[in-house]
């Protein structure tokens, strides 16, 4: 059903802004905590000033790059099969190749993929450094505070549940989101029946990204024993009022 061109400019914009700020914003945590690990001193406790100014510009830089959502985006006809749907207007393989790579996460899940690497190398080299360091008899004014060190621990181990978790979920939308690309405007062999199955399963596989989306708070929970403290008062205020 046509319910004008700007209702479909405004879906697919927000669809897109939420895919994109979702991947940036999760890049954004992945690349906090490497850092956390391999400089401590430097960057394990950003202020809440400095937190605030880096969501707030990826939030800016997600808008960005979903505006051209509202420009290019428009109802579809196939006469063939008697469809009409919302997506481009014009014949653009560089957007298409652009929703493939940035829209659909691939290129923010190999920053997080290679982040991810570096942050579990540099954990085992920080876990060996420091058994020594405690076998060998070292000063404990040298060593990190129990405390500290199982809360660091525990953070590293639930950024990479999570990145594991991202990757698994959104992993089928931008492949099948690359595969339509190469065979619409690389190979240019795909029928109207092919090319609907393939948006079929791409609709069903971007169930898994809001799934994964909605279910991160539950990783949050087994591992954060501070986000378990601010839940529990959270509902404690909720009861109350």
């Known amino acids: 059903m046509n319910f004008g061109v700007w209702p479909c400019r405004m879906y697919r914009f927000l669809a897109g802004l939420a895919s994109i700020h979702a991947y940036n914003s999760f890049l954004l945590v992945a690349a906090d905590r490497c850092l956390a690990v391999y400089f401590p001193f430097k960057f394990i406790n950003v202020s809440s000033n400095t937190a605030i100014r ?51 996460g691939i290129a923010q899940m190999l920053l997080i993929f290679l982040i991810n690497l570096a942050l579990l190398i540099k954990m085992a080299q920080v876990t060996r450094q420091h058994n020594r360091l405690v076998n060998g008899g070292a000063n404990q004014s040298n060593i990190m505070p129990k405390q500290l060190e199982t809360e660091e621990m525990k953070a590293t181990i639930m950024i990479v549940l999570l990145s594991v978790l991202v990757l698994i979920c959104a992993v089928p939308a931008a492949s099948l989101g690359l595969i339509n690309y190469i065979t619409v405007y690389i190979s240019h062999n795909a029928s109207n029946g092919q090319l609907q199955l393939m948006w079929n399963w791409l609709d069903i596989s971007l169930f898994l990204v809001f799934l994964e989306q909605s279910t991160k708070w539950i990783v949050y929970l087994a591992q954060s024993r501070t986000f378990r403290r601010k839940m529990m008062i959270y509902l404690r205020y909720r009861r109350r009022s």
């Open 54 to 104: 880096l969501s707030l510009a990826t939030l800016l830089v997600s808008l960005l790059s979903a505006l051209p959502f509202v420009v290019m985006m428009g109802y579809v006809t196939v006469p063939e099969q008697k469809l009409v749907f919302c997506w481009l207007t014009v014949n653009s393989g560089a957007f298409q190749l652009y929703d493939a790579l940035y829209v659909k």
